[in-house]
């Protein structure tokens, strides 16, 4: 499913109706409507709603969504939060027909009106809240706030007309204070605020009306942001055949692992082998052979001679790019620590080696101080920072990043022609000709040591198995997502291990290939 600008939504309606010679009044009513008609069949108990409305079109939609619910033979109050006189165009019309039909308005313009609104709120357990849509701008003021708090402090069922009041469709970040809904109904297509965080937060559920706009208008419009649904992620993997074997599912290298940093290498092998990669090869420092060979028995190793203890010996870097010239993809990076020797073998890497890479923690840690060797890269890269090597790589802050995680994904996989995977909450992946997924599932649980080992394998192992690059970085970050979920639905988002995650992306393959096979 695509995902929105506020511009693309102004965009599409301005396309509907030069275009199509569709009226802004109708889409304004089957929004309204289609809110209505929504909270009619929830069977909602209660006879009596309050409608909180702005000043612009957001506002108009809760005119439209009063008159039908009074229809419904609700009691129906309107608040206006604003100055009325500001209510213009299709809002204003529906305004109109408000005051023709006795519907009683107050205005929140003023203290006065504020306790008004508070008054009836403490009675009234249903609030339709359409004070800004996609239009706000600006930091929240005065009148604004307080009517915006008074919602949230009488906790009571909110249902937010587009995009809880507040929350900046553009990047889902918080005008100073929003509205907390229970439920969101959002009109043509989500917005990015309506699916990133904090916005995202501020609303239990999301569902989206499509209101009359035609199909053709919105394909016309190239929308580059999507969300990673289940449909969408499920099409890209690919059903073993019952006469294959190990040749059939590809050959992946990977270089991870250092003295202290074992683990990392393990969960990455393990990962790897799960999604169903055929042949795997690690390179370890001899010293750590043993250990890999007891955990992850399914791993071919390539123990190399250490100058140093516990890191692979620089002199190994020649047989290590000719050798995974012959495989589907090189993976570098997890716990490799942070060595000259990593650093090297990361530039001939992006150098010499024809087959797509995967870099990651160490690996990109490398790249961060020597970017321009990305300028050098001939075959395809993926790299999957956390924001904070994200912040090393692009220069922006950790903070920066947070806030605007698929803004500076895609600026960057653009500029620097890579598949980027952007880690955090909601995981971006931005690809080199300036398309963005955002994928939706995982939990908090996740967020813990070695998850991105895990992703790292899988995404190589999807590689291997021949499924397009940018393809399996969407998918390996859905499964992970998924496998995460599965787990702990099971154990609980506390006590989630990485090593859970790898367990779990067997269970999540399953379920993904029989949705397939069915
Ligand atoms: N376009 C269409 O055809 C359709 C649009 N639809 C609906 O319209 C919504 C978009 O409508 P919109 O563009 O009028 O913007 P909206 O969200 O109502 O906010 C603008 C108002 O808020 C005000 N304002 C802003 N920030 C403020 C602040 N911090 N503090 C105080 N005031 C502030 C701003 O005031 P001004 O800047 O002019 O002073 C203006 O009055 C969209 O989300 C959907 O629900 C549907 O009906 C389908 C058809
Ligand atoms: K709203």
């Given at each position: 499913m695509k995902l929105t600008l506020s511009s693309d939504i102004k965009k599409i309606e301005e396309l509907s109706y030069e275009k199509y010679g569709i009226q802004s009044i109708t889409i304004m009513e089957n929004a309204g409507s289609s809110v209505a008609y929504e909270i009619k069949e929830a069977n909602l108990d209660t006879d009596e709603f309050v409608v909180v409305s702005g000043t612009g079109n957001n506002g108009g939609d809760g005119f439209v969504v009063a008159r039908h619910l009074q229809n419904f033979g609700y009691k129906v109050t309107v608040f206006i939060v604003g100055n009325p006189k500001n209510i213009s165009g299709d809002a204003k019309i529906n305004f109109d027909i408000l005051k023709k039909i006795d519907m009683q308005i107050e205005n929140i313009s003023e203290q006065n009106g504020l306790i008004k609104f508070e008054k009836m709120i403490k009675k009234c357990p249903y609030i339709v809240d359409a004070i800004f849509g996609i239009g706000i701008d600006r930091e929240i003021s005065d009148i604004y706030i307080g009517t915006i708090e008074r919602i949230n402090l009488y906790k009571k069922f909110v249902i937010s007309v587009?995009?809880?009041?507040?929350?900046?469709?553009?990047?889902?970040?918080?005008?100073g204070t929003c509205v907390r809904a229970d439920k969101t109904v959002s009109f043509i297509l989500p917005k990015i605020g309506n699916i990133m965080y904090p916005g995202s937060s501020y609303s239990d559920e999301l569902i989206i009306k499509t209101v009359g706009i035609p199909v053709k208008a919105i394909n016309e419009k190239k929308l580059k942001y999507q969300i990673v649904t289940e449909k969408f992620a499920k099409n890209f993997l690919m059903l073993r055949k019952r006469?294959?074997?190990?040749?059939?599912?590809g050959k992946a290298n990977i270089i991870a692992g250092s003295s202290g940093l074992t683990g990392a290498a393990i969960l990455t092998c393990k990962a790897a082998l799960r999604s169903g990669l055929g042949l795997l090869k690690l390179y370890i420092p001899e010293s750590l052979n043993t250990l890999i060979t007891l955990s992850v028995p399914e791993t071919v190793t390539v123990p190399l001679h250490e100058m140093r203890k516990g890191v692979i010996g620089i002199n190994h870097i020649n047989r290590i790019v000719e050798d995974s010239n012959s495989v589907n993809v090189l993976a570098i990076g997890p716990g490799?620590?942070?060595t000259s020797e990593i650093s090297e073998t990361v530039r001939r890497s992006i150098l010499d080696v024809k087959a797509p890479l995967v870099i990651d923690a160490d690996g990109l840690n490398a790249l961060s101080k020597n970017i321009k060797w990305l300028l050098e890269r001939e075959g395809e890269i993926v790299l999957t920072p956390h924001p904070g090597e994200m912040s090393r790589l692009s220069g922006y802050s950790i903070d920066e990043i947070n806030k605007n995680p698929i803004h500076i994904a895609n600026e960057f996989a653009e500029k620097w022609k890579v598949v980027l995977v952007l880690k955090g909450s909601r995981t971006v992946i931005a690809t080199p000709d300036g398309s963005v997924y955002v994928n939706i599932n995982g939990n908090p649980g996740m967020a813990t040591a070695g998850s991105g080992d895990v992703l790292t394998g899988i995404i190589t192992g999807f590689i291997a198995q021949g499924i397009e690059v940018y393809k399996s970085a969407i998918l390996g970050v859905f499964l992970h997502g998924m496998a995460g979920d599965l787990m702990a639905e099971k154990r609980g988002e506390y006590g989630l291990l990485a090593g859970d995650i790898v367990d779990g992306l067997a269970y999540a393959l399953k379920n993904l290939t029989n949705l397939n096979e069915k």
């Open positions: 587009d995009i809880p009041s507040g929350v900046d469709s553009n990047d889902g970040h918080i005008y006469d294959s074997h190990k040749g059939n599912y490799c620590g942070n």
